[in-house]
């Protein structure tokens, strides 16, 4: 299954939440599900629950299936609870760090500054938006980078508060990985055993 490209408030409408990652819009005036039905109150089951909380990390996170069922197969294998993992494993990518640090709007938009070798990662240009990044790594864009518009309006009012797993300096406007992200620290509601159990009888 491909990565989605298609109309993003849509999707967090369906969800029921707001994905920062996704998207800075809020579904905060249409909360209900798209649709001319979208308002009923509809009784939804267990695998539709599951499949739901799994689709907002992959949604969030701008993954595919394919690289979602990966990534879980690694949580799987760690010695610490398998959502906890997974979810530390989403929060420390490249595209992601990028997007936590307020360098840009969207993990979407951080993505495309990677891919478009924009990012400097120990000092190196960095161009895989997957890649992991570990404590003590640092970040920050090309000089020529930083008068992007996106780049400007992005660190004049970043979309979310910065983590406490990462320090930003003003100044030098770099960031570094102070340690390891928690599973607490996600920046939206998930019920991560939900996703666990969803992926137990399937991987």
């Known amino acids: 299954m491909s990565r989605y490209t298609g109309p993003r408030l849509k999707v967090m409408r369906a969800l029921g939440i707001d994905l920062p990652g996704l998207s800075r819009k809020s579904i905060e005036n249409r909360p209900h599900p798209p649709g001319q039905h979208g308002q009923r109150q509809r009784r939804r089951s267990d695998f539709a629950v599951k499949l739901a909380e799994k689709q907002k990390l992959r949604?969030?996170?701008?993954?595919?299936?394919?690289?979602?069922?990966?990534?879980?197969?690694?949580?799987?294998?760690?010695?610490?609870?398998?959502?906890?993992?997974?979810?530390?494993?989403l929060e420390r990518r490249l595209d992601n760090f990028v997007f936590r640090a307020g360098f840009a709007p969207t993990i979407v938009a951080a993505r495309q500054l990677v891919r478009h070798r924009h990012v400097?990662?120990?000092?190196?240009?960095?161009?895989?938006?997957?890649?992991?990044?570990r404590p003590g790594d640092e970040i920050t864009l090309k000089d020529t980078s930083f008068?992007?518009?996106?780049?400007?309006?992005?660190?004049?009012?970043?979309?979310?508060?910065?983590?406490?797993?990462?320090?930003?300096?003003?100044?030098?406007?770099?960031a570094k990985v102070?340690?390891?992200p928690m599973a607490d620290e996600v920046p939206f509601p998930i019920d991560v055993q939900q996703v666990v159990e969803y992926y137990a009888n399937r991987i």
Do not use: C, H
Request: hydrophobic share 40%; no cysteine.
């Open 59 to 89: 949604f969030n996170y701008g993954l595919t299936e394919r690289q979602i069922q990966r990534l879980f197969k690694e949580a799987k294998g760690a010695k610490m609870p398998t959502g906890d993992k997974l979810l530390e494993l």
């Open 178 to 180: 102070a340690r390891v």
């Open 147 to 174: 008068s992007m518009p996106l780049v400007i309006e992005s660190l004049g009012g970043p979309a979310l508060t910065r983590p406490e797993w990462l320090s930003f300096d003003e100044t030098a406007r770099k």
């Open 120 to 133: 400097l990662l120990n000092a190196r240009i960095a161009s895989i938006p997957s890649m992991r990044i």
